[in-house]
């Protein structure tokens, strides 16, 4: 008998295929690491916009994609009922088997990783157990489906896998909407975003007002004395309203900064060490703040900023 040939739509069908599948499986996995890590990792890690860190990146990618593998996969099974020569053709041979290679790689790497850190007495902290669970939960998924291909169980019981199909649609608007609840909507993250900012507008003039205290052993009476175009750019200002952050002289070497926030903030990804007078780590600064207008207190230590010498 014969064997069927490979027309150039059978290829590119496939070739198709195979690029959007792997493409969705990788950015789902990768999706849910992040998930794992925003859920599990330490906060000083965290980013205040976790969708500039790659989840919009990969949710955008499992929307496209996801659908396009199975329409793409719809007309191939749809060529495959006109022609049932179509399942014996090389390029699906190759496609499936190589699938079934590389999701049993994946599990024998997912397996010794875990095995390695376990016998070499590392912390298998819940974090690094959630993500090998994933990769052997997806992959364990993947290497099912496509040896069930390979025998052909699909074609015997088409109504299994239409509900598979709909299982894998119904997980993947599962994974995308969790990470509304875990990390946020995309306009709460740009608030945060935004409260970011006004953070690292304060800490720079904090800056600016250690700075003038070195400098000339006193407090700048208002914040328009703190604008010095040979040493700094302009002030910064509100990322939102632009307006001018407010500064109170509170003592002889305390003042407030002042500013309105969109969102509460623990302040722990915005802290940082101040340096001490011998060049080293001193004492972390705390910016947690609430929603709307915040004061933040601060008093120079001068064994930390000592006046600098004429």
């Keep these: 008998m014969e064997k069927p040939k490979t027309t150039p739509k059978d290829f590119f069908l496939w070739a198709g295929a195979l690029i959007t599948f792997y493409w969705s499986v990788i950015a789902t996995i990768f999706l849910v ?31 496209v994609l996801l659908p396009l593998y199975m329409f793409l996969m719809h007309l191939i099974r749809k060529d495959a009922i006109v022609d049932p020569s179509r399942n014996e053709i090389w390029v ?46 997806v992959a364990g998924g993947v290497f099912m489906h496509f040896i ?48 970011s900012e006004r953070v690292s507008a304060l800490q720079e003039i904090q800056y600016r007002v250690t700075n003038y205290w ?10 328009s004395e703190l604008v010095d175009p040979l040493r700094y750019g302009p002030l910064p200002t509100d990322p939102q309203t632009e307006a001018s952050y407010t500064y109170k002289v509170t003592g002889t070497l305390t003042f407030e900064l002042c500013a309105t926030f969109g969102t509460k903030g623990d302040g722990s990804q915005y802290a940082y060490y101040e340096p001490t007078s ?9 910016w947690q703040h609430d929603a709307g207008e915040v ?13 600098l010498t004429k």
């Design 33 to 63: 690491f992040n998930y794992i890590d925003y859920t599990f990792t330490n906060v000083l890690n965290r980013l205040p916009d976790p969708y500039q860190s790659g989840i919009s990146n990969e949710m955008a990618s499992i929307i």
């Design 92 to 137: 699906r041979r190759w496609a499936i088997i190589l699938t079934l290679f590389a999701a049993g790689v994946a599990i024998a790497g997912d397996l010794i990783t875990l095995l390695t850190t376990f016998l070499s007495g590392e912390e298998l902290t819940t974090s690094f157990l959630l993500k090998v669970l994933v990769i052997l939960l």
């Design 278 to 286: 011998m060049g080293t780590t001193g004492t972390k600064d705390n």
């Design 214 to 223: 070195q400098a000339k052993r006193a407090l700048p009476a208002s914040i």
């Design 148 to 195: 069930a291909d390979l025998k052909g169980y699909w074609d015997m019981f088409p109504m299994r896998k239409r509900a598979v199909s709909i299982g894998v649609a119904v997980l993947a608007v599962v994974v995308i909407s969790s990470g509304f609840f875990i990390v946020g909507t995309p306009q709460q993250a740009r608030i945060a975003r935004y409260d």
């Design 295 to 307: 004061c933040f207190t601060r008093t120079i230590d001068p064994s930390y900023y000592p006046p």
